[in-house]
C-alpha cells in the first residue's frame, strides 16, 4: 500500500453554491437513502464497549436504525438492528444506553438473544407451531473498527472494507496511532442544532472563519493564514487535511493557558513548555514534522471531522436528523487518564476553552439555516481557503444524486 | 492529617463558599450567573495562587485526594471555567455564542475519578 498519496493536493478555485441542499426534503432523503445507509458511519469507541458483554444502544432514527452494538464473549464486536424477531419491539429499550448482559432479553414477551445475536430462548415455545429460531434472530448490520472507532455500514454489501474506505489515513499510519490503548475520553458534549447537517460539518473544514468568527477567541494564536488546506484526490471518503500551526509571533496564551504549558501537557491553543511530555509517534501525524505544528482536522464523509493533536485528539459527528436539524456530538480524547490534580487541570483548561471557541463555530448555524430556508439566497460562495468545502460538497452531491450503485460501479 | 489545609491555601478559604462547584454544569450557572466585575475579582485574586494550590494537590493521586482539599480543586476548575470569559471576551457568556445552556455534558473530565 505504499502508493498510495497521502500528501494532496491544494484547492485552487473559487465556487458559486447552490443551497435548496441544505433544507430540500427531498434532497435529505436522497442523502439520508444514498449516503448516510451505504456509507461506513462512526458510533463510537471500542473504549464505550470494553470488556466481553459490554453492549451500547445507537438510536440513529433520521437514518433508520437502532442499533444494538456488542462485546462478545469472543473479543468480537457485533452490531444487530435492535428490533426483537418476535413482534418488532426494542430489544434493548431506548433508556438503557451503555451496559453490560449475559444475554439480551426483550421486555415484550421474554425472547431472549445472545451475544451473536441467536435465538436462545422463546418462553412457551409449544404456543408457536414449527418456530425456526435461526429466522428469528437478531439482524446483524455490518460493523468494523478502525483507529479504535467502532464503524457501521448498513448496505446490504458495502462497497468497500472499512481499511480500503479510510484510505489514505489508513495507509498514513493513522489508524494504528488512534488504535492505542492508552486513549482516555476526557470530555464528551453534544448539542441539538436547528441546521441542517452539513453546516456542522462546513464550520469545521474551512480556516478562512478564524479572522472574524473568532476574532476574540484564537485568531491571534492561529490564524486563517496558518490553516493549510489539502485535498485527497479521487472520490474517496477521506476527504482533506487542514493543517493549522501555531503563529509563533502572536500567541499570547492567557495566564491560565500559560501555567498549564508550565506544568504539564499542552492543549489546541497552548504548546506545552515541558520537556518529554507524554506523545506518540509524530511521524504519522504532524507530516511535515514543523515546530510549530498545532493539530490537523480531516473532513471524513459522509458526517465526521477528526482532530489530531500529538496529546490528544477530538472527533466531531453531525447527525441529520431533519432536513433543518441535526445533532452535534463532540468527543475528546487525552493521552493517558490524569493521575493528578495537575494532569486534570490541565485537560479541564483544555476542554473549556475548546468549549467555548466551538460554541462560536456554532453560533452562526441555526441564523444561516432560517437564512436559507427563506429563499432569498438560492446561491452562496465558497473561496480557495474554503475549497475543502467545494469538494465536500461535490462527492455528497455525486453520491446523493447518482447513488451508491455508481459510486460502486466506477470503483 | 489528610484533612488539615495546607497554610499556603488558607488564603483561598474566602472563595469557597462562593465559588467551590464541584460539577462543570453548575460552574458554567455561576460563571453566567456572574457579571465581569465579580468574575474579574474572582479571577485575580485567586490567580497568584493558583501555582501552589496545583502543585499542593498533586503530592496526592487523584483518586486519594483528601476530602478537604477536594473544594480548592473545585476553586481551580472554576477559574478554568472562567479563563475565557475574563481573558478573551471579557464577557461572562460567548458573545453572540451558542448558549452553554444548549450543550448537553455527556462526559465531565471531573465527574467520576475523585468524587
Not at chain 1, 482516555?184 to 458534549?189: D, G, N
Not at chain 2, 474572582?42 to 493521586?61: C, K, M, S, W
Amino acid at each position: 500500500m505504499g502508493s498510495i498519496d497521502f500528501r494532496g493536493v491544494t484547492p485552487t478555485h473559487s465556487q458559486v453554491f447552490s443551497t435548496h441542499r441544505y433544507y430540500a426534503e427531498d434532497y435529505f432523503r436522497a442523502e439520508i437513502e444514498n449516503v448516510f445507509r451505504h456509507s461506513w458511519l462512526n458510533v463510537g469507541r471500542l473504549s464505550d464497549v470494553p470488556a466481553p458483554g459490554d453492549f451500547m444502544v445507537r438510536d440513529l432514527h433520521a437514518i433508520g436504525v437502532s442499533a444494538l452494538i456488542v462485546h462478545g464473549k469472543d473479543g468480537k464486536v457485533r452490531a444487530f438492528h435492535n428490533v426483537c424477531g418476535h413482534r418488532g419491539n426494542k430489544v434493548v429499550m431506548a433508556h438503557t444506553r451503555k451496559g453490560s448482559a449475559r444475554a439480551f432479553n426483550c421486555a415484550f414477551h421474554g425472547w431472549v438473544y445472545d451475544h451473536t445475536g441467536r435465538l436462545v430462548h422463546v418462553p412457551g415455545q409449544h404456543y408457536f407451531t414449527d418456530l425456526d429460531p435461526a429466522r428469528h434472530g437478531l439482524r446483524p448490520i455490518h460493523c468494523d473498527t478502525w483507529g479504535g472507532f467502532i464503524y457501521l455500514n448498513l448496505a446490504d454489501k458495502p462497497a468497500r472494507g472499512l481499511d480500503e474506505y479510510l484510505e489514505p489515513l489508513t495507509s498514513q499510519g493513522l489508524g494504528e496511532h488512534l488504535a492505542e490503548p492508552h486513549w482516555h475520553r476526557a470530555y464528551s458534549f453534544r448539542a441539538e442544532i436547528k441546521a441542517n447537517w452539513k453546516f456542522v460539518c462546513d464550520a469545521q473544514l474551512e480556516g478562512y472563519h478564524v479572522e472574524s468568527l473568532h476574532a476574540r477567541s484564537i485568531a491571534g494564536a492561529l490564524p486563517c493564514t496558518a490553516v493549510v488546506p489539502t485535498i485527497f484526490e479521487g472520490n474517496g471518503a477521506v476527504l482533506s487535511r487542514l493543517t493549522i500551526h501555531h503563529d509563533m509571533t502572536k500567541t499570547t496564551p492567557t495566564p491560565l493557558q500559560m501555567l498549564a504549558a508550565e506544568l504539564g501537557q499542552g492543549g489546541t491553543y497552548v504548546r506545552s513548555q515541558v520537556d518529554g511530555m507524554k506523545t506518540a509517534h509524530p511521524e504519522v501525524y504532524n507530516l511535515e514534522q514543523r515546530p510549530d505544528w498545532a493539530f490537523d482536522n480531516y473532513g471524513i464523509l459522509p458526517n465526521v471531522v477528526l482532530f489530531v493533536q500529538g496529546s490528544g485528539f477530538m472527533i466531531q459527528r453531525a447527525w441529520p436528523v431533519t432536513p433543518q436539524s441535526s445533532v452535534f456530538e463532540m468527543d475528546v480524547y487525552s493521552y493517558g487518564a490524569p493521575a493528578n490534580f495537575g494532569e486534570m487541570f490541565n485537560l479541564c483548561l483544555n476542554n473549556y476553552n475548546v468549549r467555548d471557541v466551538l460554541t462560536e463555530d456554532l453560533s452562526t448555524l441555526e441564523h444561516t439555516q432560517a437564512n436559507m430556508a427563506h429563499g432569498y439566497r438560492p446561491e452562496i460562495v465558497f473561496s480557495i481557503q474554503e475549497g475543502v468545502l467545494i469538494e465536500f460538497h461535490r462527492r455528497l452531491e455525486e453520491l446523493t444524486v447518482n447513488g451508491p450503485l455508481q459510486r460502486e460501479s466506477r470503483t | 492529617m489528610s484533612d488539615t489545609v495546607p497554610a499556603e491555601l488558607k488564603p483561598l478559604a474566602a472563595f469557597l463558599e462562593q465559588w467551590a462547584l464541584p460539577t462543570e454544569s453548575q460552574r458554567i450557572a455561576r460563571r453566567l450567573a456572574s457579571d465581569m466585575q465579580q468574575l474579574t475579582a474572582f479571577h485575580d485574586a485567586v490567580l497568584p495562587h493558583l501555582r501552589g494550590l496545583i502543585e499542593t494537590l498533586n503530592r496526592y493521586p487523584l483518586d486519594a485526594l483528601p476530602a478537604a482539599l477536594k473544594p480548592y480543586g473545585y476553586l481551580a476548575l472554576m477559574m478554568a471555567e472562567i479563563d475565557m470569559a475574563v481573558s478573551r471576551f471579557h464577557s461572562a457568556d460567548i458573545p453572540g455564542g451558542f448558549p452553554l445552556q444548549r450543550l448537553h455534558l455527556v462526559h465531565e473530565e471531573d465527574g467520576s475519578a475523585w468524587h
